[in-house]
């Protein structure tokens, strides 16, 4: 495992997207919705750096089984989220892929009746996309490699790094302490 962006490097990204996120909706009150589990880091990140009102929920989603490093069938969980009517909406993810998770979230979203509905992830991976959406912000593009840490995970571990971390091909053969599932 080789060390991709340090916990600096992170933390002056957000600094970057709270900004861009402030300066885009100006003072208007924001109603964040963070896609569990691995958002949970640049969420609580984020939204201490966002001044001005903003709201938090959370929806879950997972694309990934155990020790899988591609995404499979996506799963979603929408039922935790308030009535969205006339709100701010942006929607927060770890990492932009496929773009299937933040694709299948936002035409949800949309239909709820929300002001305006935009998205935020922290990484992008290049040359990956499977959809035609682009999120409205972005922290950081990153090659096509298999990344933990900052709230990612591989089989349920290292979401609790602080820095962003590749694994290398043997942490892929030798790595994860169990099978269980492990939402993204
Ligand atoms: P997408 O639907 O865009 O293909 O995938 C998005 C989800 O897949 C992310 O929310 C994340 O949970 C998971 N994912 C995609 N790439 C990676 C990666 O490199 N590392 C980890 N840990 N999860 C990833
Ligand atoms: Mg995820």
Redesign the pocket.
Known sequence: MHTLLTAAQLSEGIDRLARDVRQAYGDCPLTVVG?L???VVVVSDLIRRLEGPVRLSMVW????RGTA?R?GR?DLRLDLLPDLTGQHVLLV????????????ILADLRGRGAASVRSL?L?R?QG????AIEPDFVGFD?PD????GYG???DGA?RHLPHLAV?DADDIVTGGASTADS??
């Open positions: 896609v589990t691995g958002s989603a997972s694309s990934y490093t995404a996506l993810d770890d990492i932009f892929d496929s773009g299937r998770t933040l694709e299948a992830v990484l991976k990956r996309a499977e959809v990153i490699l298999f990344v933990v990612l995970d591989y290292w694994l939402p993204g």
